[in-house]
């Protein structure tokens, strides 16, 4: 069975993880246009980056480029699996018309 | 936890966001083949125009070049993008029987013709891969042709600026998008 993860469903993490998975493996991207593809402010996107890096689901990788710091959040091999177990639940929620709680 | 409401709307919103990386990263490759695409057509329309009898092994030194770091740039960016290539290479067979094999076009009408075939493509894949192609395309073949009936001699300049310099342009701003 699916899991639904709680962790996941957050919806800017919703997206983030939807952002990151869609990448090839290994594959990450800037925080720069992780915030413009979300519409997240900085301390937002930042703040749920850290929860989502905290349960394994994306590592953070800063760095510097032409001297400026450059953030590149990569979804991991636990969190590309925890996504989509995500959305295999979600569509079962749509499919068996099942309400939880 | 959720109803099927709310699973329905997360999903859209999960699809609505893959939407939108694919496209960026489409474009994300595709500006930098345009960029490169772009200095390699300047540098071959001013040497046709130049020195126009290096014409031939200078344009076959661009095409060369072009693909090549077309297919390196796609490896790079991990765009799988081997049916491109391999429909590209179809492409211009069908272009070269027609204007070399079969209807023997004059220079200046191969140096019209090219960018217009490529453009005509770009602009289908528009209608696919987003309205940046179509726009590009569209600037292009006009100022393509503008330069083909009303240009003259300078016809090869023309186009060392239109075709490589445009390309360059909307290379960099797709970039940007």
Excluded at chain 1, 79 to 90: D, I, K, N, P, Q
Excluded at chain 2, 4 to 30: K, N, T
Aim: hydrophobic share 50%; proline share 4%; with cysteine.
């Amino acid at each position: 069975m699916p899991q639904f993860d709680e962790v996941i469903h957050q919806p800017l993490r919703l997206r983030i993880m939807s952002a990151l998975s869609t990448l090839p493996d290994k594959q990450g991207m800037e925080f720069s246009r992780l915030k413009k593809l979300t519409g997240a402010t900085d301390g937002n996107l930042g703040a749920h980056i850290e929860t989502l890096a905290k349960a394994g689901y994306v590592s953070v990788e800063k760095a510097f480029v032409a001297k400026r710091p450059q953030t590149t959040v990569t979804v991991t091999p636990a969190g590309r699996t925890a996504f989509g177990e995500h959305v295999l639940s979600l569509r079962q929620i749509i499919d068996s018309g099942a309400q939880e709680n | 936890m959720i109803d099927r409401s709310e699973a329905a709307a997360a999903l859209s919103d999960i699809a609505d966001i893959a939407e939108r990386v694919r496209q960026s990263r489409i474009y994300q490759v595709a500006s930098l083949i345009m960029m490169l695409w772009g200095v390699l057509a300047f540098c071959g329309y001013l040497t046709q125009y130049l020195r126009p009898r290096y014409a031939d092994i200078t344009w076959v030194a661009v095409d060369l070049v072009g693909f090549a770091g077309s297919a390196a740039i796609s490896f790079i960016q991990k765009a799988r993008a081997w049916r491109i290539g391999a429909a590209f290479i179809i492409l211009i067979a069908f272009g070269l029987l027609w204007t070399i094999g079969i209807a023997h076009f004059t220079p200046r009408q191969l140096s019209a013709f090219w960018p217009t075939y490529y453009m005509t493509v770009y602009a289908i894949a528009g209608l696919w891969l987003g309205p940046a192609f179509l726009v590009i395309a569209g600037a292009i073949m006009a100022l393509t042709l503008i330069g083909y009936f009303y240009s003259g001699p300078w016809f090869d300049l023309w186009m060392a600026f239109v075709n490589g310099g445009g390309l360059l342009l909307a290379g960099a701003w797709m970039r940007r998008e």
